[in-house]
């Protein structure tokens, strides 16, 4: 393409650039273009190879220097042979980019055009010019014709502003008149205002979805930099908000419901080993739920209801508890309490299977041979027998493998006819960056939901799945991440039918990816280990994975430790993917010798989850997970299988009904892009309220105030919030959008004072005021001027700061009536109220305390508590033996507060201390060493706990369930250097 | 062939004093008698064309006089190449709060700032509070341009933008506009404002 360039270049001024070039095929005949025998060849093979058919497609773009503007032409050449230097003969038209000119694609389809189906094919017009015909020309490389989209955008851009440089000689360009010299071509690009259109097709809108890390990403983060006085690159910005909006409204307006496709995925790697046992439960899975189940909506859970979390929290679908898939950043999600479900029998629900393989052939051979179905067809056999009778159901649909790396995809028969354009990829990334030892598979499907009366043509959702087995994900952190990123730039669709020519298309364009994926080191030691940025002992984690005391809080305590998460976290690979909650034991390793602990892991390999199902999509496709569970049943391998269960809510959409609406709204919009122009004047917001009290603001209490914005312009108008400048953030996730004229919309202003805000506001912040810029793209910046009133709170305070407190913190004027560091009380009046309340004579009655720390509490009593330990009231509960509603909510309460302490009860330099003391008598020398508030604290504290205990009837569980709630808060480790093991130890001499 | 050069210009001054009643005027030679007061910062532009044929475009940022929004104004006048500082003839008050602009200008906007004092409403002389003599004293010590204007009449209006043009730096590339000139490149292009900053080197003009 590089000589082809230059080639052309040739034949220009230096002054001309060539921008992009493309291979096309003509279409229609052209009698008038210079090859007077071009009629359009009958059969696909004779049109393709037929060379008078081919064209060079050339954007060329032209400057006079600094001070002029560019402009632009498309250049249509004969196809040469790649030796050959074109000369001006070649030069069969030119089109002009000004006035008429446009540039219309569609989807060249099977039956019109006999070559790729994929093949775009666009249409150039110079509406204006009499004897310039349109011209319709068919490419394969979609690519190259974006890009020549964005050269005429570019072009565009700059044709506003242009004024006439040259007379307008439009004879010369009638066809057949090719002898016209290069230096005057660009001169006769008259630019003249209002007729320049692109129209954008939206079929090509529809045909390859977005990629799902643009799509991911809130629009907002997508726009060019701006700030106060600096408007940005709105001619962008606005492409990309028009885009977006067109998108969204589009698939709103034309959605006809929603259909569930129930999508089973297993991953396994099999170590080499053969099929030899029964794989049913992983297969089909041993719970079965109703087809319409649905998961309610994730409600905030209280981190006193953890109890129940060893529980798989899919199990029981009825319980008002969620299963909502968390986000890997959010593992705080994945403790969701559950109680457990009666299990149904065993049914295949899944209208599509998708097996994940690793590791079927450790030979080395393999490694550096693609042995392409080695063993494939026994597992297929297996997993079809581990069907039983549901077997006839299901036919295999595709598969991919990459030496040992197999990805097979079955599907329910009656949804047969809904896969098309089935794809496979695979790409390795073991030895030397190729061989397949390491690497991954990716299968691309396109389902289309069935035909009815009333979906006559309903539009198709993209399916993509990957198995990956990732290399070295040891300690060279860059390595592994480098790896992630290589496979996902490598693992590329060709979407060209003929493959001669391929059409890539990432595995991010689509709308559904699922990720299996095993994370393992060459020697074999497990990558996913917990030994991320700790050095939790491997005694700890056999210690948390299998003792009693450990079973509430097992999963999330590991799971902090987890490097894929860490991963998410640090954004540095799978940050874009979710997960569901993780409630099964860990999958590796597995030792089937003697060297293994009571749960049957290796002694020498630190157990851990490297076997993995990761998924994302858009919000066009929202996936429910249904189940995540380890099948430790099946014990030939040393990794243990895992399945997961989808639910995908596929929308239906009538396709040339979706193409219309995009096409009308596009006009619609028509203009918006000129709307700077005459900026002075047409684009014109009102914001209806430019100034917002959002009155007194407490503690964990969502406000929330809407500002009306009407558009009283007269063309669409494009708006979005600016930070103040480059370093500050614009408030939280503001919304921006599209307004029609005459339309009239809400920002919704959420305050929320969580502990972070609370402990910066409490010291000295009562009045809080902010300006939001409200950016109009191509017009002016709105302030939006934001108060409040901080109400303050006892909440994250320092305990330091809460025992210089003269009375209740509501009744502090300004720090001034902080009492002097001498004479600090002995401890936070606030705990102690709470405290003391609890420990009353009343209540010291065995019942009382039984449900304390287990039942969720009443939030409308935390809230009453709070209120009053702020203004220092008297509390409007009394001690009632019989009615433990306040007690609860009393011991929420204080859990609360001493989770809200900014900084933990025992400082966190005594964390190490602590974790380490041997014995009790240890323990309570810790008492010398903490400061004296801390020591009263904790000391009230534990004993109130320790009390608890011994009230319940089950002591045992009772001390369990305390010393795993309390001790993350008591000993907070946000670094996670200290040992849960340890830190827990250390309470539990204080409570027991 | 003629030259055109861009530069940012931004308005302060005491709020109703007519800062968007002088822009209006300006740039659309028009007047409301009832305009709402500014929240906010509008972005307009107009073009002056002086004797040589050379022209310049001025992008001006009017801004909110209220005092609440005072902490803003910093963000816009950075990078401007000039500022009208207005005060209202008919209250000695605005120019004292001109004063206080006008030293904010000097001590924290880019040191090569055209500064224009502006004395607007001049067709209200019968209930003059600030006479021109003072003014002009004033504006003389601190080396700014001075002018009486009338929004309403249109009296000096375009005068004071062509000496303003006049007085800017018109040999200088115009690559002093630094915002301008980024803001052109991106409209200009609209694909990639870096590849563009490197390939184009006629970013800088809009010379058509």
Not at chain 1, 44 to 55: C, G, I, P
Not at chain 1, 592 to 606: P, T
Not at chain 1, 717 to 738: G, Q
Not at chain 1, 882 to 903: H, M, N, Q
């Amino acid at each position: 393409m590089a000589a082809l360039e230059s080639s052309i270049r040739a034949l220009l001024r230096p002054s001309d650039e060539v921008k992009v070039v493309l291979e096309a095929i003509v279409v229609n005949p052209l009698s008038n273009a210079g090859t007077p025998d071009s009629p359009l060849s009958p059969t696909r093979s004779q049109t393709l190879d037929d060379n008078r058919n081919k064209r060079i497609l050339a954007v060329v773009a032209h400057s006079d220097g600094p001070n002029t503007q560019e402009e632009g032409s498309v250049f249509i050449l004969k196809s040469k042979p790649a030796d050959r230097a074109f000369d001006q003969s070649d030069i069969l038209r030119v089109f002009p980019v000004f006035g008429g000119f446009s540039i219309t694609m569609a989807q060249v389809r099977r039956e019109t055009w006999p070559t790729a189906q994929s093949s775009p094919s666009l249409t150039i017009k110079q509406g204006d010019i009499e004897g310039l015909e349109p011209l319709t020309l068919c490419t394969q490389h979609v690519q190259t014709l974006r890009d020549v989209l964005a050269g005429m955008q570019a072009i565009e851009g700059n044709r506003r502003c242009a004024t006439c440089l040259g007379g307008p000689t439009h004879n010369v360009f009638v066809a057949g008149a090719v002898h016209i010299e290069a230096c005057s071509i660009t001169c006769m690009c008259v630019f003249l205002e209002n007729g320049y259109e692109l129209i954008y097709d939206p079929e090509l809108v529809f045909s390859v979805p977005q990629d799902l890390r643009v799509a991911q990403k809130p629009l907002h983060t997508r726009l060019s930099l701006a700030f106060a006085g600096e408007a940005g690159d709105d001619s962008t910005d606005i492409v990309r908000i028009r885009d977006e909006w067109i998108r969204g409204r589009v698939r709103e307006t034309c959605s006809q419901g929603k259909q569930s496709l129930r999508i089973r995925i297993g991953t396994f790697n099999v170590n080499g080993s053969p099929p030899s046992q029964d794989l049913s439960t992983w297969v089909g899975g041993n719970v079965n739920q109703s087809r319409d189940t649905i998961i309610p909506p994730l409600k905030e859970i209280s981190p006193l209801s953890i109890g129940e979390v060893a529980k798989n929290p899919f199990d029981d679908p009825a319980n008002s508890s969620s299963a909502e898939p968390a986000r890997i950043l959010n593992p705080e999600l994945e403790s969701v309490p559950t109680p457990a479900l009666d299990k149904i029998s065993i049914d295949v629900d899944a209208d599509l299977l998708v097996l994940g393989f690793q590791e079927l052939d450790l030979s080395t051979e393999a490694l550096l041979y693609s042995t392409s179905t080695f063993r494939e067809d026994a597992w297929c056999t297996a997993v079809f027998a581990a069907l039983g009778a549901q077997a006839e159901n299901y036919e295999k649909l595709v598969s991919k493998q990459l030496v040992g790396i197999l990805l097979v995809v079955i599907v329910r028969k009656a949804l047969r006819p809904c896969f098309s354009e089935i794809k496979s990829t695979a790409a390795g990334t073991g030895i030397m960056g190729l061989m397949g030892n390491k690497g991954g598979t990716a299968i691309r499907l396109k389902f289309t939901p069935i035909a009815t009366d009333a979906l006559e043509n309903p539009g198709p959702t993209v399916l993509t799945f990957v198995n990956a087995h990732l290399a070295a994900f040891d300690e060279m952190v860059d390595k592994r991440h480098a790896d992630f990123h290589d496979l996902t730039k490598r693992l590329r669709f060709d979407l060209g039918t003929d493959g001669t020519v391929p059409v890539p298309c990432s595995i991010f364009e689509s709308d559904v990816l699922f990720w299996m994926i095993v994370l393992r080191n060459d020697d074999g030691s497990a990558v996913v280990d917990l030994n991320y940025r700790l050095d939790l002992a491997d005694a700890d984690v056999r210690t948390i994975l299998s003792s009693e005391e450990w079973a509430e809080s097992r999963y999330e305590t590991l799971l902090r430790y987890d490097q894929l998460k860490s991963a998410a976290r640090a954004n540095k690979a799978f940050d874009m993917f979710s997960e569901g909650p993780i409630t099964h034991l860990p999958t590796y390793r597995f030792n089937a010798g003697l060297l293994k602990d009571d749960l049957g892991y290796d002694l020498k390999r630190r157990p851990a989850w490297t076997d993995r199902v990761l998924f994302t999509s858009s919000a066009f496709a929202p996936i429910k997970q249904l189940s995540y569970t380890s099948h430790p049943q099946i014990t030939q391998s040393d990794h243990r299988p895992v399945s997961a269960e989808f639910n995908i809510e596929i929308d239906l959409y009538d396709l040339p009904a979706a193409e219309a609406a995009a096409d009308k709204l596009y006009r619609q919009l028509n203009g918006l892009e000129d709307a700077h122009e005459d900026t002075n004047a047409r684009v014109n917001l009102k914001i209806m309220n430019a100034s917002v009290n959002l009155g007194k603001v407490y503690y964990k209490k969502t406000v929330t105030q809407q500002v009306g914005i009407r558009n009283i312009g007269k063309v669409p108008c494009a708006y979005r919030l600016v930070p103040i400048d480059p370093e500050s953030s614009i408030h939280p996730d503001w919304l921006r959008a599209l307004l029609l004229p005459d339309e009239l919309t809400y920002i919704t202003l959420t305050a929320y004072i969580d502990n972070d805000s609370a402990s910066r506001l409490n010291i000295d912040h009562k009045e809080l005021e902010c300006t939001l810029i409200l950016h109009t793209v191509m017009g002016k910046d709105h302030f939006i001027a934001i108060t409040a009133e901080y109400v303050p709170t006892c909440f994250a305070n320092r305990i330091s700061r809460l025992t210089l407190l003269p009375g209740p913190v509501r009744s502090l004027k300004s720090p001034s009536e902080l009492r002097a560091e001498d004479r600090a009380i002995n401890a936070p009046r606030e705990i102690m109220r709470l405290v003391n309340w609890m420990m009353g004579p009343d209540l010291n009655l065995v019942k009382a305390f039984e449900n304390v720390f287990v039942s969720p509490a009443d939030e409308t009593a935390v809230d009453t508590i709070r209120e009053c330990l702020d203004t220092g009231a008297d509390f409007p509960f009394s001690p009632d033996p019989k009615d433990d509603k306040a007690v609860v909510a009393f011991g929420e309460t204080l859990f609360r507060l001493l989770d809200s302490l900014p900084e933990p009860l025992i400082p966190v330099q005594f964390h190490a201390r602590c974790s380490e003391v041997a014995d009790r008598g240890e323990a309570f020398e810790m008492l010398e060493v903490f400061p004296p508030t801390t020591v009263n604290v904790w000391i009230s504290v534990t004993a109130f706990l320790h009390f608890v205990c011994q009230s319940s009837g089950d002591h045992d569980t009772k001390t369990t369930r305390i010393s795993s709630l309390f001790a993350p808060v008591l000993l907070r480790d946000t670094a996670n250097l200290v040992s849960p093991v340890g830190r827990r130890k250390f309470l539990l001499y204080f409570i027991m | 062939m003629s030259k055109q050069f861009q530069f940012k210009l931004v308005l302060l001054g005491e709020s109703a004093v007519g800062k968007s009643s002088l822009v209006l005027r300006f740039v659309k030679d028009q007047f409301d008698d009832y305009r709402e007061s500014t929240i906010g910062a509008a972005f307009l532009t107009q073009t002056v064309t002086l004797d040589d044929q050379t022209t310049v475009k001025f992008e001006i940022w009017d801004t909110a006089g209220q005092e609440r929004y005072k902490s803003l104004a910093p963000m816009y006048y950075r990078n401007a190449n000039c500022a009208v500082v207005l005060y209202d003839i008919t209250s000695s008050a605005t120019l004292e709060k001109a004063r206080t602009w006008i030293r904010e200008l000097q001590r924290q906007a880019d040191p090569s700032i055209v500064i224009a004092l502006c004395g607007n409403k001049s067709d209200l002389a019968a209930r003059r509070q600030v006479t021109e003599e003072e003014a002009k004293k004033y504006a003389d010590e601190e080396g700014l341009m001075w002018a009486e204007t009338s929004a309403k009449t249109g009296e000096g209006v375009s005068e004071i933008f062509t000496a303003i043009a006049k007085k800017l730096p018109l040999t200088a590339p115009p690559s002093a506009s630094r915002a301008g000139a980024a803001r052109t490149a991106g409209r200009a292009g609209g694909v990639d404002l870096n590849k563009q900053a490197t390939s184009q080197p006629g970013q800088d003009a809009c010379n058509c």
